[in-house]
């Protein structure tokens, strides 16, 4: 049975937009006091995120299968963890770098 392209790849933009505002929300708060862990982790995001879109689009629903697990396994958990540690670090001052040196 083949897939509608376009309505797939309709989808694989709606998840993504979908996914975006948060996901760089985090990005933004941890990249504050981890930004080389932040840059690692939103280039495996975005990679994961084209890999879902053409997977998606091409192989329709079972062609998100094999690219799943890479946008959606460690991220999600992760960057927001990492996001409210760094929250909580500048808030509380905790490890921030003294000025005057």
């Given at each position: 049975m083949k897939t509608d392209t376009r309505k797939t790849a309709q989808r694989a933009h709606n998840n993504f937009t979908e996914n975006l505002t948060p996901f760089l929300g985090a990005l933004l708060i941890s990249g504050l006091r981890y930004p080389v862990y932040a840059a690692g982790l939103g280039?495996?995001?975005?990679?994961?995120?084209?890999?879902?879109?053409?997977?998606?689009?091409?192989?329709?629903?079972?062609?998100?299968?094999?690219?799943?697990?890479?946008?959606?396994?460690?991220?999600?958990?992760?960057?927001?963890?990492?996001?409210?540690?760094?929250?909580?670090?500048?808030?509380?001052?905790?490890?921030?770098p003294r000025s005057g040196r």
């Amino acid at each position: 049975m083949k897939t509608d392209t376009r309505k797939t790849a309709q989808r694989a933009h709606n998840n993504f937009t979908e996914n975006l505002t948060p996901f760089l929300g985090a990005l933004l708060i941890s990249g504050l006091r981890y930004p080389v862990y932040a840059a690692g982790l939103g280039a495996l995001w975005t990679t994961g995120r084209v890999m879902f879109a053409l997977g998606y689009t091409s192989g329709g629903p079972q062609g998100r299968i094999l690219y799943v697990s890479l946008s959606l396994s460690l991220l999600p958990t992760s960057l927001p963890v990492v996001s409210w540690l760094c929250g909580f670090l500048l808030t509380f001052g905790i490890g921030a770098p003294r000025s005057g040196r």
